[in-house]
Structures are given as structure tokens and as C-alpha cells.
């Protein structure tokens, strides 16, 4: 004989035939399990309210000691110390500071060179007819140098050794920061090197630069042994591992970041004392590659835009980007490096995991570069012939 019972399933009614209810003994219920589990239940409890520090007591739920049980917690905020408090209100006031954009507001060239720049007569080229809206500044490492433009004449600031990869580097760029932020009326700060040349014409590269809402400091996470894996624990705990980032060293900032990374004494003191090779087993720390992009990445993210305006084509897979010769410059290359809109990245874990970024400018999708790198010393000739060309109607 079957019984016909009703039952629901997701709020709808359903019928099905099941067998009849057969006779079986009432069940005991395991009340002395339920006992044991309650009473080690509020042992447990017990010993996180009212933790016994003598080791045996630690021992009794883990046998790393104390220290396992606060393992299991997720990790409280770390109290900041007096310079990391210091060095944010200071950095909190200085970007609290309005920009202020007039006619007489110049973009300041930084050129980094070991001595006598090669591209000057095309610098001069560029420069012309836009007195008033520029100024030059000369970090000249090694040799004086010798000028052929009148742009360049007198603008040598003062010198000292720089080496690839070392702090020297961050020292070079912080004169040459030093230097322009004493004219008042530099609002835009550009890093070149000897072997940088222009992709724009002026009237673009100043509309670009002066009306951006960002800084344009290059910076990406590389989990690899050239990313994270150069970071140095000498370096904590002001600067944890997390926020460790990389980039290319050729910036353009705006003033307020100007003025911020020459304030700065306690991030730069990290890489200046312990970002380099050897000071921890195996690892080779670039501090011009870390030190700009860790810092911005920690107190002003969203104010960068997480790439250069400086074009290097890293394609050889060498230390060094490539060298552009004569025989590579072409109307052609010119015109396929300013109408590169995207950004690609490749990390140095394994075999590389390349990532894209989107180039935008105010919101708006633009090409990402106003500049090049490296051009050799031979290609002055051609540059020079093409730049009316490849500059013209580029607005």
C-alpha cells in the first residue's frame, strides 16, 4: 500500500508517490558529542579573549607556539612612523596646491647627457619661433659640451658623475629638477637623454603636456625577478613589497610633482642606501627603473598616467633598447611612432606575460608619444630632412 504525499521544491507544489512510513525505533540523539564539542568550542574561545602567554599554554593548539595562533588573524593596520606621517602631510599640501596655467607658462627641457648633445641643430629646429614658452637645463656628466644652438648656450647646471643603474642616476635628475623648479613660470618638467629627438611639433607637444591632468611617470606591477624580485627587505617597512613597481625612467611631471620628489628625503634614502647591485644575495636593484614609479604608486596613483611620452623599442630583447641608424629612419617609422596608441608591457616572470594599456589624454584615446629614443649621432641628416614633414599638420 502506498501512501501519496505533497512536497514543494523552490516554491512550486509538487505530487509524487512515496512509500508508506515504516516503524522504526525512536533515535537516540548523541548528546555526549554535542557536550564535548560545546566545552572545546568556549576552550578555544576562551583562549583567544583571554590568551595565557607561558609558551605550554601556546603549545596546546599549535606547535609553532604563539605565533601560530596569530597566523590565523588577518593582519592589523601598521602604525606609521613620525618621517612616513611627516612626509604624507607634506605631500598632502602640496598637491592640494592649485595649478595655475598662464601665457607665460613654460615647459622645462632636462636633457641628461654624458657630454656634447648631437641632436641640437634639430632641437633648434624645433625650438624656433617659440620663445618664452621653453627653457633648457644641461646635466653634462663627463665632458662639457660643445653648442651649436643658442638655445643650449649657458644652460649647463652643475655636474657630477652618473652610473647606469646606480643612485647617481635619481642624483642627476633631482639637479636637474632642482635647477628648473627656480623659475616660477616652469610648470611642465621633461626628462630627455642625448639620444632623444622630437616626434611632434612644438604647438602639440605644449598643448599635450601643459593642459594633461596627469603626469606622465611610467609604472607597471612585474612580479618577475627584474620586478618584485628586486626589492630589497633593507626597504621595509616603509615601502612593502606590494607597492614595489617598475618603469622607465623618462618622465614629464607637472610642478606639484616636481616640488613632491624634491621633498622627499625618506623614500629616497630606501633606494639611495639600499637599491643596488649586491646589497642583498643576487639581486641587481636599478634605481632609475623603481624609484619614481614605487613612489607615485604609493602616494599619488591616480595622478600618473602610468606611462612615458618617450618611445624606445625594446624588441632584441637586449639590456638596452635599440639603436635607430641611419638606414632605419624613414618617413615611415616617424609616422608609425606617433600613431602608436597602446602601451605593451612584458613581466619577467617565466617566459614573459605581456600586458597593454590604452594611451588617453584627458580622457580621450591619443597617441602615447612625443618623443624618441635612441637615435644614433649619424641620423642628425635625416631627421632634419623629414622633421617639416612628419611634424606638419600634427596638431
Excluded at 637623454?193 to 605644449?206: A, I, K
Excluded at 628586486?230 to 618622465?251: T, Y
Excluded at 617565466?350 to 612625443?370: A, D, E, F, H
Aim: net charge positive.
Amino acid at each position: 500500500m502506498k501512501a501519496v504525499k505533497g512536497w514543494r521544491l523552490c516554491g512550486t507544489s509538487y505530487m509524487q508517490s512515496l512509500p508508506g512510513a515504516r516503524n522504526r525505533a525512536p533515535t537516540r540523539k548523541p548528546v555526549w558529542i554535542i557536550a564535548v564539542v560545546s566545552l572545546i568550542t568556549m576552550f578555544v574561545i576562551g583562549a583567544y579573549v583571554f590568551p595565557h602567554h607561558r609558551r605550554a599554554a601556546c603549545y596546546m593548539f599549535s606547535s609553532k607556539g604563539c605565533k601560530g595562533l596569530t597566523d590565523w588573524l588577518p593582519p592589523s593596520p601598521r602604525e606609521l612612523s613620525d618621517d612616513e606621517i611627516a612626509a604624507r602631510v607634506v605631500i598632502r599640501e602640496i598637491l592640494s596646491s592649485p595649478r595655475v596655467i598662464k601665457k607665460t607658462s613654460k615647459i622645462a627641457f632636462m636633457f641628461l647627457t654624458p657630454g656634447t648633445l648631437p641632436f641640437e641643430k634639430l632641437w633648434d629646429l624645433f625650438f624656433q619661433g617659440h620663445e618664452g614658452k621653453f627653457s633648457v637645463y644641461i646635466h653634462a656628466s663627463k665632458d662639457t659640451p660643445v653648442h651649436t644652438s643658442r638655445y643650449f648656450l649657458n644652460r649647463e647646471i652643475r655636474s657630477d658623475e652618473v652610473v647606469w643603474g646606480r643612485i647617481s642616476m635619481i642624483d642627476a635628475e633631482r639637479r636637474l629638477l632642482t635647477s628648473a623648479l627656480r623659475d616660477p613660470e616652469n610648470q611642465q618638467f621633461v626628462l630627455l637623454s642625448d639620444s632623444c629627438v622630437p616626434l611632434r611639433s612644438f604647438d602639440y607637444m605644449y598643448n599635450y603636456m601643459m593642459y594633461s591632468n596627469v603626469s606622465n611617470v611610467d609604472c607597471f606591477d612585474d612580479p618577475g625577478p627584474h620586478g618584485i624580485g628586486r626589492h630589497m627587505d633593507h626597504m621595509l617597512p616603509e615601502i612593502p613589497k606590494e607597492d614595489f613597481r617598475k618603469g622607465s625612467q623618462w618622465f614629464s611631471m607637472t610642478r606639484q610633482h616636481a616640488v613632491m620628489t624634491m621633498a622627499d628625503s625618506l623614500y629616497y634614502s630606501k633606494f639611495r642606501d639600499y637599491c643596488g647591485p649586491g646589497v642583498e644575495s643576487n639581486k641587481n636593484c636599478i634605481a632609475d627603473e623603481h624609484y619614481l614609479p614605487t613612489f607615485f604608486y604609493m602616494l599619488d596613483p591616480g595622478g600618473i598616467a602610468n606611462w612615458t611620452l618617450t618611445h624606445v623599442d625594446w624588441s632584441e630583447g637586449k639590456w638596452h633598447p635599440r639603436t635607430f641608424m641611419p638606414e632605419n629612419v624613414t618617413h615611415e617609422l616617424l609616422k608609425n611612432l606617433t600613431s602608436i596608441d597602446a602601451v605593451s608591457r612584458v613581466t619577467s616572470e617565466g617566459t614573459g606575460i605581456v600586458t597593454w594599456t590604452q594611451c588617453m589624454w584627458n580622457g580621450i584615446k591619443r597617441p602615447c608619444y612625443l618623443f624618441g629614443r635612441k637615435f644614433h649621432a649619424d641620423t642628425l641628416d635625416k631627421l632634419m630632412e623629414l622633421f617639416p614633414t612628419y611634424t606638419s599638420g600634427l596638431y
